[in-house]
């Protein structure tokens, strides 16, 4: 993260293919020694050459500080053979350019090559010093091509991205500030669950309001607020990141973001905007979590107790959540056995309540159309039949928080 909070994107491309003057850096690998010396000697004058006599050596380079432009590579050699060993190079370093040098001219070894390897240039022995030095320098100008373009992206998508905050802080300060938990959340449960895609999860955390600012003013007051949404504010909210998320896929490099936001107020069980057959574990893994992380914060504004938050979430898991993100955020929060860490409160079903028991909690109807008891009502012989005549009716979902303490 930067000073502003902005995800970083991680280590840049070289920008420079021969920073202060300095010639391409270029990598020759082959069995022959020989060979090696005779092809060094020719090359030493245009490129900075190193070598390596099999590619098991040749990837020890890898951790060079300066970045290797090109990467010649013999196909018949002892243990791993330059297919292989490209495809691995190709895995580590891929904006390396890649050329493979072989005795064997038939059309299969080529195609595997350039298929496995995705080589720039097949080159078959014997090759004269001043054919291959031609074919290193258009080498080395396809890495520096490829270089330039990333360095490139990377300044559009960082000024992008560097707009898009700015504007959210200065249109909705409250909702950034909540933005930031919920993207510090968001990176710890993606570490734990091993993603690769810390920065789009952080990202798609960060921006993912963006779509708010579509909503009218008083929607957007009553959301940080935590007070209850008509049906059609209900579905208004619901279709936000599907906004935001089509602003954002029109930038490079934010797609992956774009998709996380999209599907971030999806319901587990299929419910919810987008309204298409996506469900449980076909949601993708980081907007199960933004959906996770944003109620969870939302809530903790208005209760101000990770616990009962908690276990507000816990009466939603099988429908709203994911279980197993679910309980992994609880143990992040050292509440992950909620019922047995709550100390003031506990989950009872309808037919456990009992006169004198006080609500933690509002309770509403089980499409939140209707609130039946407000939080802090001491319950007595009608408020329970009440409560029992809805759930007999399918209209009350769950076991309801009761404050045993009260």
Not at 289 to 299: E, G, P, Q, S
């Amino acid at each position: 993260m930067n000073a502003e909070g902005i995800p970083t994107l991680g280590p840049v491309p070289t920008p420079s293919l021969h920073p202060a003057g300095a010639k391409p850096l270029v990598l020759l690998v082959d069995d022959d020694v020989l060979l090696l010396r005779a092809l060094q000697r020719v090359l030493s004058h245009a490129f900075d050459i190193i070598t390596a006599d099999s590619g098991e050596a040749a990837l020890a380079y890898l951790k060079e500080p300066r970045a290797i432009a090109v990467v010649v590579s013999d196909m018949r050699m002892p243990g791993m053979d330059g297919i292989r060993f490209l495809d691995q190079w190709r895995f580590l370093s891929p904006d390396t350019t890649r050329v493979m040098l072989t005795g064997q001219a038939d059309l299969t070894t080529a195609m595997d090559a350039v298929n496995q390897g995705q080589v720039f240039r097949f080159v078959t022995k014997p090759v004269d010093g001043r054919d291959l030095q031609a074919i290193l320098r258009d080498a080395a100008s396809q890495y520096e091509l490829v270089t330039a373009e990333h360095t490139l992206l990377e300044g559009t998508l960082t000024g992008s991205v560097q707009v898009l905050v700015d504007m959210l802080s200065m249109l909705d300060p409250k909702g950034f500030g909540r933005a930031k938990e919920e993207r510090d959340l968001a990176v710890a449960m993606a570490r734990e669950c091993g993603l690769d895609a810390e920065w789009d999860v952080a990202m798609a955390a960060l921006v993912g309001r963006i779509g708010w600012l579509a909503l009218p003013l008083e929607v957007q007051t009553k959301l940080h607020r935590g007070e209850r949404l008509t049906l059609q504010e209900q579905e208004m909210h619901h279709r936000s990141p599907e906004v935001g998320a089509q602003m954002l896929a029109a930038i490079p490099r934010l797609q992956p973001v774009a998709r996380i936001i999209r599907y971030s107020s999806k319901d587990f069980n299929g419910g919810g905007a987008p309204h298409d057959r996506v469900a449980g574990q076909d949601i993708p893994i980081a907007s199960r979590i933004l959906r996770i992380v944003h109620d969870f914060v939302a809530k903790l504004h208005v209760r101000q107790s990770p616990v009962v938050v908690f276990a507000d979430l816990e009466l939603g898991a099988s429908r709203k959540y994911d279980p197993e993100l679910l309980q992994l955020l609880g143990g992040l929060l050292k509440v992950h056995d909620a019922s047995a860490a709550r100390v003031g409160s506990m989950l009872l079903s309808v037919d456990d309540l009992e006169p004198g028991m006080t609500l933690v909690k509002d309770v509403y109807t089980s499409r939140n159309e209707m609130l039946l008891l407000p939080g802090g009502t001491r319950l007595n012989l009608l408020h329970i039949e009440r409560l029992r005549n809805y759930s007999a009716g399918r209209m009350l979902e769950g076991p309801i928080l009761i404050d045993r303490m009260a």
